[in-house]
């Protein structure tokens, strides 16, 4: 059984650029969460998908948004960057979307915005 | 929204010491609880959680946490301390009212564990 596994792990950007973090999901899950933690924080909900569809966001701008594709792997996508966008992305992944579950956590994404 | 508090953010303890790290909840209805580690460079690893039942949860790692709802608080505690377990933990909250399983973190722990 495979974990969550986020790719890329490190990279830099340029202010006012897009990016592309992806995620694969544990074998067998169908829901995937984003979080975006900063430095010295807790991380911050970003927003969750299950089964392709959104299902809930947290307060963050439209120019943060995802896609889920059927075999549950997803993708966050970050337009215009700004420098606080430089952050550890963090995936998680769980079986189904209901409270209480579980969450496995990928090792995340480090995007430094210069 | 959930709010969570996690007081103090830098515990230090003696190898061998008695660990807790304390966390409190905001919200009236009693959420889900959960306490994750984090390792540098990495992701987050599960502890325990607290959905129902009873109400003192063992976990991984020889820690446990107890939920004490008049006190709105879900501490994790481990009786001794081990070097290994110099990590960031963060208390995190699931809405029951939600239908979704989105968590809400507090801003973290770090723990020192002095030889």
């Known amino acids: 059984e495979t974990g969550v596994t986020q790719s890329p792990t490190h990279l830099i950007k340029t202010r006012g650029q897009q990016v592309t973090l992806r995620c694969s999901s544990q074998s067998g899950h169908n829901t995937v969460s984003w979080y975006q933690q900063a430095l010295g924080q807790g991380p911050q909900f970003i927003f969750q998908y299950y089964r392709e569809e959104e299902n809930g966001r947290g307060n963050f701008p439209p120019r943060f948004s995802g896609l889920q594709f059927p075999n549950y792997s997803s993708e966050l996508n970050v337009n215009a960057l700004e420098l606080d966008d430089s952050a550890l992305y963090l995936c998680a992944s769980s079986l189904g979307a209901l409270g209480g579950s579980e969450a496995f956590f990928g090792q995340g994404t480090r995007l430094t915005v210069v | 929204a959930q709010s969570v508090t996690q007081l103090g953010s830098h515990v230090s303890v003696s190898e061998g010491a008695l660990v807790l790290l304390r966390c409190n909840y905001s919200?009236?209805?009693?959420?889900?609880l959960f306490w994750y580690v984090q390792y540098p460079n990495q992701g987050l690893q599960l502890l325990l959680k607290y959905t129902t039942g009873a109400t003192l949860v063992k976990g991984i790692n020889g820690f446990e946490a107890e939920f004490k709802k008049s006190e709105t608080s879900f501490h994790l505690t481990k009786p001794s301390a081990h070097m290994s377990d110099a990590a960031e933990y963060f208390c995190a909250v699931s809405d029951r009212a939600n239908t979704g399983n989105q968590f809400y973190f507090g801003t973290g722990t770090s723990l020192t564990v002095i030889p």
């Open positions: 919200s009236s209805v009693p959420p889900y």
